[in-house]
């Protein structure tokens, strides 16, 4: 159900990606209160990205799950933020996150819907 895609302008070795993907993936779970087996996380490669005026290291993530409710966004937030500037040493400043509630009936998984 949770969907979570990472893009970064930041360069990372190997060491470091798979570092962050079960690190995020747990948090995601943790945060949502939903099993982590049901939990995806997607981290592009690196790609060109400016953010105010500056290509200076930058996220944007896309947090996606059944029923999200917007008063958990702010708690949410605080914890991804804090994730990725340990884990990329990006501060909040740098990061953007977008949140999104999917409808059960248009999330798919296992041949049928949730």
């Known amino acids: ?30 945060q949502l209160g939903k099993p982590e087996r049901y939990v995806m996380v997607r981290l592009d490669p690196v790609q060109p990205m400016l953010f105010a005026g500056s290509d200076a290291p930058t996220v944007y993530l896309e947090l996606k799950s059944i029923g999200l409710s917007g008063d958990r966004t702010a708690s949410l937030s605080a914890a991804l933020c804090q994730l990725m500037q340990d884990e990329l040493d990006v501060t909040p400043e740098r990061v953007y996150i977008e949140f999104a509630d999917a409808p059960r009936n248009m999330w798919g998984w296992n041949g049928g819907t949730f």
Not at 12 to 27: K, N, T
């Open 1 to 30: 159900m949770p969907y979570l895609k990472i893009q970064t302008n930041v360069d990372m070795d190997e060491a470091r990606r798979q570092a962050l993907l079960p690190r995020a993936s747990q948090l995601v779970a943790e």
